[in-house]
């Protein structure tokens, strides 16, 4: 990729971001109250919750030791569940009724990202549970969180294009140009997905026989 042509891309996302910037926020705070809710709802649970959760961290970083995990199974499950992801997002942003449906999943999104963190600190304590979250969380969560965002963003946008202007025409331009934002978005999901089994998951195993 040329210089040109990467300064070129840099400015068109950052006047998609300046264009954008009351739905990314809105968007953004929806996410940060789902990881909100996800610390709460751990720091509330009750000692054999805890048990539980703590059983299963333990149980994922006993079969990592051991080399039991399959990457490859993995790899597929996490694109197959990020393509329907995807869909599901795009059809439900095509739909007036189905923006609750979008901003549902971003704050379910947020609140599982929240769960995952409090849960690997509180159940292994803080210097292991950092370790794990930087290895095993932090990368794909750099590609997966804007992409979801991204996706938000486009849903809301396409519902204010509908509402504002309901010419066919309009709507079937506001349609493709989402449907082209959430092929996109797509693609950074199913790399977010290498990232995690590919590299995040070498990067785990460097460090879990500390844990």
């Known amino acids: 990729m040329t210089k040109k042509r990467k300064i070129r ?3 068109i996302l950052k006047k998609h971001i300046v264009g954008n910037i009351k739905e990314y926020i809105i968007v953004l705070l929806i996410f940060l109250v789902g990881i909100f809710l996800g610390v709460m709802f751990i720091n509330n649970t009750n000692e054999t919750q805890k048990g539980e959760i703590q059983n299963y961290i333990s149980t994922y970083i006993e079969n990592s030791k051991q080399g039991d995990i399959d990457t490859t199974d993995s790899l597929k499950t996490n694109i197959k569940e990020d393509i329907i992801l995807a869909c599901i997002l795009w059809f439900a942003g095509t739909t007036v009724i189905g923006m609750p449906i979008v901003l549902g999943i971003i704050l379910f999104r947020g609140f599982c990202l929240g769960y995952t963190i409090s849960a690997a600190i509180s159940t ?14 932090l990368l794909q969560n750099l590609l997966f969180i804007p992409a979801i965002l991204i996706l938000g963003v486009s849903s809301i946008k396409l519902y204010k294009s509908i509402m504002k202007d309901k010419r066919k025409e309009n709507i079937k ?4 140009r989402h449907t082209a934002i959430s092929s996109i978005s797509l693609v950074i999901l199913i790399l977010s997905a290498i990232v995690e089994v590919k590299i995040s998951y070498n990067f785990f195993n460097t460090i879990v026989k500390y844990l």
């Open 124 to 137: 292994i304590g803080f210097a292991k549970g950092l370790s794990f979250i930087l290895t095993s969380i």
């Open 9 to 11: 891309i840099m400015d």
């Open 173 to 176: 331009i506001s349609i493709i």
